[in-house]
């Protein structure tokens, strides 16, 4: 089973900054099979990016993903106030088996 | 637009079987090769694949859970179940049913429930 850590655990930032958040495989994740969810108290997950960097439909462009191999990463690169929310990366690299990190906190 | 949602009772006893189904509309359960899944979610915790299963019958299962998992599908009513027997405090969860952004996978997840909460208690 591939095993996602996220770092940090909680990011504190003020609107317009910046947010670098990161995922980090315990082995390589085929073909960058990774997605990132965007998750607000009371509500399903979100897809924001799949395939690393692939944006879903509806997604602003601030938000990006990058990364291969074990290391990924979710930018938002102005952080808006609706954006304040739990993210967490998602493998599908070995499907039919998924598993997820154990989430960041955004956080004003 | 395609909609999921989750039925189900929100109390189980312990050691007996947590039944849901999620009710697909606004499009065919049939429609393309998706595979429909759950997802559940302990209280404050992240998230959990539980498994995944084809319109046609094929289920993948979380190795963990396998024991005690059973998804099933009803292509005449769009809709899928799961069962979980045996459970314990431990499977006290939000309970999420989804579907993946492409077809011929499990994952990821661009279309969900809005979420059960399933408790277990006596």
């Known amino acids: 089973e591939i095993v996602l850590t996220q770092s940090p655990d909680t990011l504190s930032l003020s609107a317009g900054e910046r947010a670098t958040l990161s995922c980090r495989a315990s082995?390589?994740?085929?073909?960058?099979?990774v997605a990132w969810y965007q998750q607000k108290p009371g509500q399903a997950p979100r897809l924001l990016i799949y395939?690393?960097?692939r944006r879903a439909t509806g997604v602003p462009d601030r938000f990006s993903g990058s990364g291969s191999g074990t290391d990924f990463t979710l930018t938002i690169s102005r952080l808006q106030p609706e954006d304040f929310a739990v993210y967490y990366c998602?493998?599908?690299?070995?499907?039919?088996?998924?598993?997820f990190g154990g989430g960041t906190k955004v956080e004003i | 637009q395609l909609q999921l949602q989750e039925s189900g009772p929100g109390l189980v006893m312990p050691s007996e079987t947590l039944s849901l189904t999620c009710t697909v509309s606004?499009?065919?359960?049939?429609?393309?090769?998706?595979?429909w899944g759950w997802i559940r979610q302990h209280p404050a915790k992240g998230l959990e694949w539980i498994g995944s299963?084809?319109?046609?019958?094929?289920?993948y299962y979380r190795p963990s859970l396998q024991s005690r998992v059973t998804i099933s599908v009803d292509t005449s009513k769009n809709q899928f179940s799961l069962q979980l027997t045996s459970v314990t405090a431990a499977d006290t969860a939000m309970y999420f049913c989804?579907?993946?952004?492409?077809?011929?996978?499990?994952?990821?997840?661009?279309?969900w429930g809005q979420g059960v909460l399933v408790t277990v208690t006596s």
């Open positions: 998602q493998q599908y690299g070995s499907a039919p088996l998924l598993t």
């Open positions: 395939g690393a960097f």
């Open positions: 299963i084809s319109s046609s019958g094929i289920a």
């Open positions: 082995q390589n994740v085929p073909s960058s099979y």
């Open positions: 989804a579907r993946p952004v492409t077809t011929g996978t499990t994952g990821p997840f661009d279309h």
């Open positions: 606004g499009g065919s359960i049939t429609n393309g090769a998706y595979y």
